[in-house]
């Protein structure tokens, strides 16, 4: 009989992709918060430019740029934790880690893609449970 209250285990390469890209979120993090920081300058610097009557076109510039890259970080950011709350599953009211089955095997199967290792395609054995149908309706 199968259970969707146990979780399952994640083999080796998953650790090591969820210990990975822990880091790699902290680092995004912290990277768009010193990019937010320098729009907020850059933008007292134009209205500031835009008072004087002074030429703003290489601080639009710097603006357009740093809007770009920190808009494709935090799409970044954005995609890593949804990987990793899939990979960790949510907390659940008693405690227990009830991670989305579906979500843990499309990720087993990025991961083993991403990483070279084939690792052969779970079919799903139990029908999704009801929390999980919610989820997808």
């Known amino acids: 009989m199968c ?6 285990d994640l083999n080796s ?7 990975e890209n822990e880091d790699e979120m902290k680092r995004l993090a912290g990277l ?17 430019a835009v008072n004087n009557g002074w030429d703003i076109t290489h601080e639009t510039a710097q603006m357009s740029q740093l809007s770009r890259e920190f808009n494709r970080n935090n799409a970044r950011l954005s995609v890593l934790r949804e ?3 899939a990979l960790r599953g949510k907390q659940h009211e008693s ?5 989305s089955r579906h979500m ?3 990720l087993k199967s990025a ?4 990483m070279g290792s084939p690792i052969m395609k779970e079919s799903l054995r139990c029908p999704p449970s009801p929390a999980e149908s919610n989820m997808s309706n």
């Open 111 to 114: 991961i083993s893609s991403r």
């Open 32 to 48: 768009c918060e010193v990019q937010k920081h320098g729009m907020e300058d850059l933008e007292d610097e134009i209205a500031e």
């Open 3 to 8: 259970s969707p209250e146990s979780p399952p």
């Open 13 to 19: 390469d998953e650790i090591i992709f969820l210990r």
């Open 83 to 85: 990987q990793i709350f």
């Open 104 to 106: 843990v095997l499309e």
């Open 95 to 99: 405690g227990d880690i009830i991670p």
